[in-house]
């Protein structure tokens, strides 16, 4: 028995072993060395070399830094609630009691295959002002579209509308939450009078919000690494691999700035340090939501439980 | 009869009501398609435009005339085939590694009842919240200092140690499996290999597929990864090469939404040859995971 105990364990830690080696070489060690390479200076060709905080004495002196770091809470604190209602609205749209749904889900989910550096590639020319799809729309109605790119104003919500197109992957969780919402409940509030905005505050939101929760966290994450798009962007106006941000460093996201500092400028401990930064507020940030949202979650887990 | 007429009354206000709600439906779902689609569309329309049409003042969807040799000269204005080659290698083997490791760690941490199992799929889900950005620099210098930035090891070696996004989806599907078709294997003496290999992996088929598939579009589009380890031009990838339409002043977008639609399109094969495996795991990572 106890033989047998000790092969189980031993064939266990065997099959995980590969992911666990990996873990230790491509994950705990780099979060550490990342660390040490923080209070360095470090330019890789030669050995890091010790300077205590300079680096983040530099960081909090920087006003790209902090540019870089509003350009990104923008997209958190805009974009992220942002993409996340569409992606519930087209969800619900594909819930609605239609022909062809699987049809439609496909061509909703069409854009999300797209390659990102192609689909970014391709909004540039859509962004046109002159003869981009949008602006000619735009003049098919009679207004006259702006320059989308070149307007610091306007970079960051072209980037957003993007990310609309972009929307499949949250959309079809969301779908997925949306049909497994017991039929009862609905049958029920009916019954009882209630419209189809009722219906959609007092069960559907609930029933879903333990997967909303799970969605606005990858979202926030994924707008804290905001990268490809700004980099395919801001190099797509002229000569490739100058460090750039785009119309008044508009679109010169943390991820972009700290790209810049690590592999344009070799200051590799200084990037290092923003990369430190961003995990511990993307940790403070995740924790947050979990904190405030944590309730709202569990509602809806209840309200699941009861209808079954 | 006064009644007759109130009741016909009521009915078509219903039946009104009734029409106008689906009218509504489907100009909201034609509106969204339009939207969704449109952009599409204006690629596939600018990639077989001629150069003069593309600005021209006058907007037409479909070209006056068709230039399908878009396609041939996006093929040589950049080494196209060679980049597809090139990016085709590193998800080939990134699909290989993935389907060889991800699968046994899903195994141990669903099917072994063996004491680490719950810490390490803790751990692993919280890699799930780690950006990227923490472990780049170090991971980078681990592979500068044997000497292998520039080469493709960084691109695929990694995959060769499963990814925790793959083993949730993996572990999850594992799951659902019985125990009891493991056990009696167990108590006839299968060895736990024997088992994994000859009974777990062929009930597990279609969540391997869609881990294979998965793979391959990440892989296929991954920009950063080639963006920091590939210097030099020979080994790029399709998503790096695609900046060379461009240059200082011009840029050759009828080439480029060729060379778009091109690249685009291996996976939008794949998508309509596997679409229901996919979404369903994307919807197992995105409910349960």
């Known amino acids: 028995m106890t033989k047998n105990k000790i092969k189980t364990n031993l064939y266990g830690l065997l099959f995980a072993l590969p992911w666990i080696i990996g873990f230790f070489i491509f994950g705990l060690y780099p979060i550490f060395k990342s660390l040490y390479y923080s209070f360095t200076d470090f330019n890789v060709f030669m050995e890091p070399n010790w300077v205590g905080l300079d680096n983040y004495k530099d960081l909090f002196q920087d006003r790209l830094f902090y540019k870089s770091l509003s350009n990104t809470l923008f997209m958190t604190a805009i974009g992220t609630p942002v993409t996340i209602v569409f992606a519930l609205i087209c969800a619900l749209v594909l819930n609605m009691e239609i022909k062809a749904r699987s049809f439609f889900r496909t061509i909703f989910f069409l854009p999300s295959l797209v390659p990102i550096v192609a689909a970014t590639l391709m909004w540039v020319w859509i962004f046109n002002p002159k003869y981009g799809l949008l602006n000619i729309i735009l003049k098919g109605v009679g207004l006259k579209g702006p320059n989308w790119l070149a307007d610091p104003l306007l970079t960051k919500p072209s980037l957003i509308l993007i990310g609309l197109w972009t929307v499949g992957v949250p959309m079809v969780i969301f779908l997925a939450a949306l049909q497994d919402v017991p039929r009862e409940l609905y049958e029920a509030a009916s019954m009882d009078g209630a419209n189809e905005w009722r219906k959609l505050i007092n069960i559907t939101l609930p029933s879903i919000s333990h997967i909303m929760l799970y969605q606005v966290i990858l979202a926030l994450i994924n707008n804290f690494q905001y990268f490809t798009q700004a980099y395919v962007i801001t190099g797509a106006g002229g000569g490739l691999n100058v460090a750039s941000g785009g119309p008044a460093n508009s679109i010169l996201f943390y991820a972009l700035y700290l790209y810049h500092n690590a592999f344009v400028y070799l200051k590799m401990g200084k990037a290092s340090g923003m990369a430190w930064i961003l995990f511990i507020i993307t940790g403070i940030a995740t924790w947050l939501i979990v904190k405030t949202y944590g309730g709202w979650g569990n509602y809806g887990k209840r309200g699941q439980k009861n209808a079954k | ?289």
Not at chain 2, 73 to 101: D, E, H, M, R, S
Not at chain 2, 103 to 115: E, T
Not at chain 2, 116 to 136: E, N
Not at chain 2, 139 to 153: E, F, K, Q
Request: proline share 4%; hydrophobic share 55%; with cysteine.
């Open chain 2, 1 to 289: 009869m006064e009644v007759g007429v109130i009741m016909g009354r009521e009915v078509r206000k219903m039946l009104n009501k009734k029409i106008v709600n689906i009218f509504l439906k489907y100009f909201i779902l034609i509106l969204m398609t339009a939207m969704f689609l449109f952009p599409l569309l204006f690629m596939l329309s600018t990639s077989v435009k001629s150069i003069n049409e593309i600005f021209t003042k006058s907007f037409h969807l479909i070209p006056e005339v068709f230039h399908f040799e878009n396609y041939a000269n996006a093929l040589k204005t950049i080494p196209y085939l060679k980049y597809a080659g090139n990016t085709l290698f590193i998800t080939v083997l990134n699909v290989v590694g993935q389907l060889l490791i991800s699968p046994m760690v899903a195994y141990s941490l669903s099917k072994v009842d063996w004491i680490g199992k719950r810490v390490v799929f803790v751990v692993l889900l919280s890699t799930m919240l780690l950006p990227y950005q923490v472990t780049m620099i170090p991971v980078y210098i681990i592979w500068h200092n044997l000497g292998l930035v520039g080469s493709y090891v960084p691109l695929i070696l990694p995959a060769f140690f499963g990814y925790a996004f793959y083993i949730i989806i993996l572990r999850q599907f594992f799951m659902t499996i019985p125990d009891s078709i493991l056990e009696s294997a167990r108590i006839d003496g299968a060895s736990e290999f024997r088992i994994y290999w000859n009974i777990m992996l062929p009930l597990c088929k279609p969540a391997l597929i869609s881990v294979a598939i998965f793979t391959f579009m990440f892989t296929w589009s991954d920009f950063l990864g080639p963006l920091i380890y590939l210097t030099k031009q020979d080994k790029y990838t399709l998503a790096l090469g695609l900046q060379q339409y461009m240059s200082q002043h011009t840029v050759a977008w009828e080439q480029l939404m060729a060379a778009s639609t091109m690249f685009t399109m291996p996976i939008i094969i794949i998508f309509f040859f596997a679409q229901r495996k996919f979404i369903e795991g994307v919807v197992t990572t995105g409910l349960k995971g």
